[in-house]
């Protein structure tokens, strides 16, 4: 290895290599977890709604379970990207310790929901479009931050409601907040 310096052009093409190689680090794959979440999320809210409001079986939540295989997979997969990445920089991480924090975030929540009246899924909300706003601004991919205001305006819209109806909003909330702007995300990977 050379010890030559790097020119003042060439250290600035090295470190805008390196930005746009830790770029596409986070956002290839990225599309995976909003499709596998969105989708989960989705059926799980859809699918305890109509349970408590039709009365099919007395703990709707159960088909929350549905969360815990997800949680597997997106570890396994995070775990193989991240050992197939060739370069780990700090927005590499600092993608990771956002969604880490929402996930936090949303246990803790989870640990109270009878101290908020069980409004969780209008809370949870408001995480998720924290969480994906952030990302949106990160990858500088726009229908990734407009799903987190879609996942706000269903927060404030789910706050209104009682805690069965507020199903029926996160299911369209994380249509509008991951869904799509996940098939958007995974259509610009290709």
């Known amino acids: 290895m050379s010890n030559k310096e790097l020119s003042k052009d060439e250290s600035l ?12 680090n986070v956002a290839k794959g990225g599309s995976f977890y909003f499709l596998l979440w969105g989708w989960v999320v989705m059926i799980a809210n859809l699918g305890h709604y109509l349970i408590a409001k039709f009365d099919w079986y007395e703990h709707p939540y159960i088909v929350w379970v549905l969360t815990i295989p997800a949680g597997i ?7 193989k990207r991240s050992n197939e990445a060739k370069v780990k920089s ?21 640990f109270f929901m009878d101290s908020v009246n069980y409004n969780v899924n209008a809370i949870i909300l408001t995480f998720a479009g924290i969480g994906t706003f952030i990302s949106g601004q990160a990858l500088r991919f726009s229908p990734l931050s407009m799903g987190g205001i879609a996942l706000w305006i269903a927060s404030v819209v ?23 702007p996940g098939y958007l995300l995974r259509r610009a990977e290709k």
Not at 16 to 23: E, L, S, V
Not at 159 to 166: A, E, K, S, V
């Open 158 to 180: 789910a706050f209104n409601l009682n805690p069965t109806d507020q199903y029926i909003v996160g299911a369209v909330g994380i249509l509008a907040g991951y869904l799509i």
């Open 90 to 110: 700090h927005l590499d991480r600092l993608y990771s310790q956002i969604w880490l924090a929402v996930f936090i975030g949303v246990l803790i929540i989870l």
């Open 73 to 79: 997979i997106s570890m396994v997969y995070g775990a």
């Open 13 to 24: 093409a090295l470190i805008t290599d390196m930005i746009g190689q830790a770029k596409r």
